[in-house]
């Protein structure tokens, strides 16, 4: 089970990191993906009560990879954690599956009382460089956070949010297939695709016009 979760978040990696070229480079630099196992093998541990221990975990993780993921947290499946560096995950943080996060995001609580404090984030959901997502709020499913906003309340499924606080870019929604970038795979705007496209239609009406005229008036 555990070699299936692995091998297909390794996967995950290749096909949505353009950076990944290879399965080898994958599990030799990504710390994204050691930082999972570290969690996987403490949070084992803390859910059946040895806290201290998994908490060591956890910290071991931190210490090699420069992520903190807190032993209690909830990860969905083919997590990618893309450079990582910096990033924190709360104890009360529950993640989707096929969720993209970047370096130094924070999925922290805002106050310290017990229980669920931290978000929960839906099934492939983007959130950029820098950005902290804060207290038990819920991003829905496909959503993207903007690099460096600050996300303190919930954000519906398909919606892009950017800046401090976090309000919704005035957009279509969502678009149907990832990009590592987290930028819209929206119809060409190249000016010369557009004429192009505008001459096509001229023709085909010329064409449409030339049917129509009867037989006997064409030389
Ligand atoms: C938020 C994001 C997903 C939006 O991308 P997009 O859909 O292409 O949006 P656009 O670039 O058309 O921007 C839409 C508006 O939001 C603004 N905007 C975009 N990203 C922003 C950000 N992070 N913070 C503040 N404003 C932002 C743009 O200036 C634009 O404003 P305008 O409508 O007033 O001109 C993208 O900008 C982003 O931050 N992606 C994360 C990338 C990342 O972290 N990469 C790290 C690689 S190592």
């Not at 080898?24 to 403490?42: I, R, S, W």
């Not at 892009?160 to 279509?172: C, D, F, K, N």
Request: net charge neutral; glycine share 12%; charged share 20%.
């Amino acid at each position: 089970m555990a070699l299936m979760f692995l091998t297909e978040t390794i996967q995950a990696y290749r096909e949505r990191d353009p950076a990944a070229r290879s399965k080898l480079e994958v599990v030799l630099c990504y710390p994204g993906l050691h930082a999972v196992g570290f969690h996987a093998l403490g949070s084992f541990f803390w859910r059946r009560g040895a806290f201290t221990l998994g908490r060591f975990i956890s910290h071991l993780g931190r210490f090699f990879t420069g992520i903190e993921i807190h032993p209690g947290a909830r990860l969905g499946r083919r997590l990618i954690i893309d450079h990582g560096m910096g990033v924190v995950i709360g104890e009360t943080a529950e993640i989707g599956d096929d969720v993209y996060i970047y370096h130094q995001v924070t999925l922290g609580g805002t106050s310290s009382a017990q229980g669920k404090r931290h978000p929960t984030i839906g099934n492939n959901v983007i959130i950029g460089a820098g950005a902290k997502v804060l207290g038990a709020i819920e991003i829905g499913e496909g959503a993207r956070i903007g690099s460096n906003a600050v996300v303190v309340a919930a954000v519906p499924a398909g919606t892009t949010v950017v800046g401090i606080p976090a309000r919704p870019v005035e957009r279509q929604p969502h678009k149907p297939v990832f990009d590592a970038y987290g930028t819209p795979a929206e119809p060409c705007l190249d000016p010369l695709l557009q004429e192009l496209g505008l001459l096509r239609k001229e023709l085909m009406e010329l064409e449409n016009r030339m049917a129509r005229i009867p037989q006997d008036y064409v030389i």
